[in-house]
């Protein structure tokens, strides 16, 4: 049989980074609450959730270049994402091992951009510099790469240690997380009923951590959150990335859509290239990693990081949630009682600590203060 979970105050779906940070602030606020994961593999390294499968970029703001952002958020809404971002990334530093610095590669037409890229980062408050080819290629011990953006508020981490830290710290702080726990419906009545094969439970609030599997269990959801795969090449440990002779390496291009980190064992993880197939991914569910996408991956190593190539080269990949304005729901969805920590597509490392942060004041009572455009009534009437 089973174990039964016990009742409690906050019941958080999904124990993937947002739901694992969700967790940690509710517990050691003194909230009773329990993390419930439908993978029987949740909160440990073999793990299927995209925090697992993730690169580990701690990137300020997005992948994207901040003169991209202020022209899709304009210039004031950029600044206040950027500060989120920045608080976010300063509260994931306290909990986790994390190195500070991080690079943003210039590819073919992207190039011309970065001066713009510069000057439009220091309008908004975000300190960085040009690196030349030369800086970037030496870096990274790649050939062939464009120069790069050097943005010091960035961080890397490795997310398997990152998450084993959060999940540690979550129990240690009383809150108790439960794997192969699928939810299957959540009723919402006096309490709240989540009904799972094993057996109901009962809490007072929700906080939806689920990320894309989301819309199944709450139709507010539905075309607003949706499935993107991400795969990923990894390498098998090579002597010239050892840890020892250079530190952890990483950095991404292509506005983001290229990336790439050495592991602390010194293989080498690429990951990006959705545009190698016309629908970029998008509403796929399988980890299985697309042959398209996965030659264009491989293309890519071969030609910037050759000497990583040569080994076995492993590939998979991780399933992301995205909403419908590429911005995280973070906050009460209408109705009240159900909260939303989820939707932070590529960005869940740099994003997902203040989002927690928030979610947790609210559920403490405080009124967060913090952009309405991450609000999930923005979304209202879609
Ligand atoms: C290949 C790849 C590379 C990436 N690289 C980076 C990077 O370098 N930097 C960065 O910031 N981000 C990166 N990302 C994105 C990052 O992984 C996500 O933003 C982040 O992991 C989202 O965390 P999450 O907790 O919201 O979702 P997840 O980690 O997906 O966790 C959701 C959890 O919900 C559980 N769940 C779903 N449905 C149910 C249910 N019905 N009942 C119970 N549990 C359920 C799942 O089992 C899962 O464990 C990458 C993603 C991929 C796939």
Same mark, same amino acid.
């Given at each position: @049989?089973?174990?039964?979970?016990?009742?409690?105050?906050?019941?958080?779906?999904?124990?993937?980074?947002?739901?694992?940070?969700?967790?940690? *602030?509710? &517990?050691?606020?003194?909230?009773?609450?329990?993390?419930?994961?439908?993978?029987? @593999?949740?909160?440990?390294?073999?793990?299927?959730?995209?925090?697992?499968?993730?690169?580990?970029?701690?990137?300020?703001?997005?992948?994207?270049?901040?003169?991209?952002?202020?022209?899709?958020?304009?210039?004031?809404?950029?600044?206040?994402?950027?500060?989120?971002?920045?608080?976010?990334?300063?509260?994931?530093?306290? !909990?986790?091992? @994390?190195?500070?610095?991080? /690079?943003?590669?210039?590819?073919?037409? !992207?190039?011309?951009?970065? !001066? =713009?890229?510069?000057?439009?980062?220091?309008?908004?408050?975000?300190?960085?510099?040009?690196?030349?080819?030369?800086?970037?290629?030496?870096?990274?011990?790649?050939?062939?790469?464009?120069?790069?953006?050097?943005?010091?508020?960035?961080?890397?981490?490795?997310?398997?240690?990152?998450?084993?830290?959060?999940?540690?710290?979550?129990?240690?702080?009383?809150?108790?997380?439960?794997?192969?726990?699928?939810?299957? +419906?959540?009723?919402?009545?006096?309490?709240?009923?989540?009904?799972?094969?094993?057996?109901?439970?009962?809490?007072?609030?929700?906080? *939806?951590?689920?990320?894309?599997?989301?819309?199944?269990?709450?139709?507010?959801?539905?075309?607003?959150?949706?499935?993107?795969?991400?795969?990923?090449?990894?390498?098998?440990?090579? &002597?010239?990335?050892?840890?020892?002779?250079?530190?952890?390496?990483?950095?991404?291009?292509? *506005?983001?859509?290229?990336?790439?980190?050495?592991?602390?064992?010194?293989?080498?993880?690429?990951?990006? &290239?959705?545009?190698?197939?016309?629908? @970029?991914?998008?509403? =796929?569910?399988?980890?299985?990693?697309?042959?398209?996408?996965?030659? &264009?991956?491989?293309?890519?190593?071969?030609?910037?990081? +050759?000497?990583?190539?040569?080994?076995?080269?492993?590939?998979?990949?991780?399933?992301?949630?995205?909403?419908?304005?590429?911005?995280?729901?973070?906050?009460?969805?209408?109705?009240?009682?159900?909260?939303?920590?989820?939707?932070?597509?590529?960005?869940?490392?740099?994003?997902?600590?203040?989002?927690?942060?928030?979610?947790?004041?609210?559920? /403490?009572?405080?009124?967060?203060?913090?952009?309405?455009?991450?609000?999930?009534?923005?979304?209202?009437?879609?």
């Amino acid at each position: @049989m089973p174990e039964a979970i016990p009742a409690c105050d906050v019941a958080v779906i999904g124990g993937g980074l947002s739901g694992l940070l969700c967790a940690l *602030y509710l &517990a050691r606020a003194g909230v009773r609450v329990s993390v419930l994961d439908a993978d029987p @593999m949740a909160f440990g390294p073999h793990a299927s959730s995209a925090s697992v499968a993730s690169l580990g970029l701690v990137q300020l703001g997005t992948a994207e270049h901040p003169h991209r952002l202020a022209h899709a958020l304009g210039l004031d809404r950029a600044k206040q994402y950027l500060s989120f971002s920045q608080r976010s990334i300063a509260l994931l530093a306290q !909990e986790v091992p @994390m190195q500070r610095g991080g /690079l943003r590669v210039g590819i073919g037409a !992207e190039i011309g951009e970065l !001066e =713009e890229a510069v000057t439009v980062s220091e309008a908004l408050g975000v300190e960085n510099s040009l690196w030349t080819q030369d800086q970037v290629s030496q870096s990274q011990g790649s050939v062939g790469l464009g120069p790069g953006r050097y943005v010091p508020m960035d961080g890397r981490l490795d997310p398997v240690q990152a998450l084993a830290a959060l999940a540690e710290k979550a129990r240690a702080a009383g809150a108790h997380l439960w794997a192969g726990r699928r939810v299957q +419906a959540v009723e919402v009545n006096d309490s709240i009923t989540l009904r799972m094969e094993q057996g109901d439970t009962q809490c007072e609030l929700l906080v *939806y951590a689920a990320s894309w599997g989301l819309p199944a269990l709450d139709a507010w959801f539905s075309g607003k959150l949706y499935p993107v795969r991400a795969a990923v090449l990894q390498t098998e440990p090579a &002597a010239h990335r050892r840890p020892s002779r250079s530190p952890l390496q990483g950095a991404s291009a292509q *506005y983001g859509y290229l990336s790439w980190q050495s592991t602390p064992v010194g293989g080498l993880r690429v990951s990006g &290239a959705r545009w190698a197939t016309p629908h @970029m991914e998008t509403g =796929e569910t399988e980890r299985r990693p697309n042959p398209k996408v996965q030659a &264009a991956l491989q293309g890519f190593l071969q030609k910037t990081f +050759a000497q990583d190539a040569q080994g076995v080269v492993t590939a998979s990949a991780g399933i992301q949630g995205y909403t419908c304005d590429n911005l995280p729901l973070v906050g009460p969805l209408p109705g009240g009682r159900r909260v939303a920590c989820s939707g932070f597509a590529d960005t869940g490392w740099s994003l997902a600590a203040a989002a927690a942060e928030i979610v947790t004041q609210g559920i /403490l009572g405080e009124r967060p203060d913090y952009p309405d455009f991450l609000k999930p009534q923005r979304l209202v009437g879609i």
